[in-house]
């Protein structure tokens, strides 16, 4: 069976400030990674994801996520947040039957 | 642009009535998923299905039940409503073809059962 494990559920950060979310997964195969944002009251989007080849994925907004097999990690990034990161993250996997596992989520608040 | 659609953005029922939850996706998908959302939870896989007239089986699926007649469609039903199933819930689509199997989420329903 596959699951996902995010040990920070709420993050408080200052603008400017590096972020980066722990995500780890289990699943004997391979597997497709993926990072979702929920802004308030917004639906889920998709923020980036890994299937194959450079375990350093960049996606939208700025944000990366380095996929590291011998750690079953895959910890999202970013440099230096923006008070318009302020959301919920979400930490999925994906194995077989393509079936779509997800973490419990990190809320993470930018304060001005 | 790719659609999920859930029939409805809020629900209000009521304890013991049966409850159904409506997804349509446009982009020919092969699996289609139903979740719950829930604070400090994250998403709970409830049910989901590979074909039409197959499914199987999640991570919380009592209380459930679920219906794909048709590839398009797939239909999330509590048989009888109660109110630890107050929540919101989401469906979600995804395809076999090539690997890009990330999930395409729906608004969204948030049921309450009072």
């Known amino acids: 069976a596959q699951s996902v494990s995010q040990h920070n559920h709420h993050v408080i950060l200052s603008e400017a400030a590096s972020l980066e979310l722990g995500c780890n997964y289990s699943?004997?195969?391979?597997?497709?990674l993926f990072w979702y944002v929920q802004y308030p009251g917004q639906h889920l989007q998709l923020l980036l994801k890994?299937?194959?080849?450079?375990?350093l994925v960049k996606g939208i907004k700025g944000f990366e996520a380095e996929f590291i097999k011998s750690k079953f990690s895959f910890n999202l990034r970013k440099p230096s947040v923006q008070w318009s990161d302020t959301a919920e993250y979400f930490c999925?996997?994906?194995?077989?039957?393509?079936?779509?596992?997800f973490g419990t989520g990190t809320k993470l608040q930018v304060i001005p | 642009d790719v659609k999920v659609t859930q029939s409805s953005r809020y629900l209000v029922k009521r304890t013991g009535e049966k409850v159904f939850l409506e997804c349509v996706q446009d982009?020919?998908?092969?699996?289609m998923f139903w979740y719950r959302q829930d604070p400090g939870l994250g998403l709970r896989l409830i049910y989901f299905?590979?074909?039409?007239?197959?499914?199987e089986k999640g991570d919380i699926p009592e209380g459930y039940s679920v219906s794909r007649e048709k590839k398009e469609r797939f239909s999330l039903i509590l048989e009888s409503a109660s109110t630890n199933q107050t929540s919101m819930y989401l469906c979600?689509?995804?395809?076999?073809?090539?690997?890009?199997?990330?999930?395409?989420f729906g608004q969204g329903t948030r049921l309450t059962v009072v």
């Open positions: 979600a689509s995804t395809t076999r073809k090539g690997q890009h199997t990330e999930a395409f």
């Open positions: 699943y004997g195969g391979t597997v497709n």
């Open positions: 890994y299937f194959s080849g450079d375990p």
């Open positions: 999925a996997v994906s194995g077989g039957y393509q079936k779509v596992t």
């Open positions: 982009m020919d998908h092969e699996n």
């Open positions: 299905s590979y074909d039409v007239k197959m499914k």
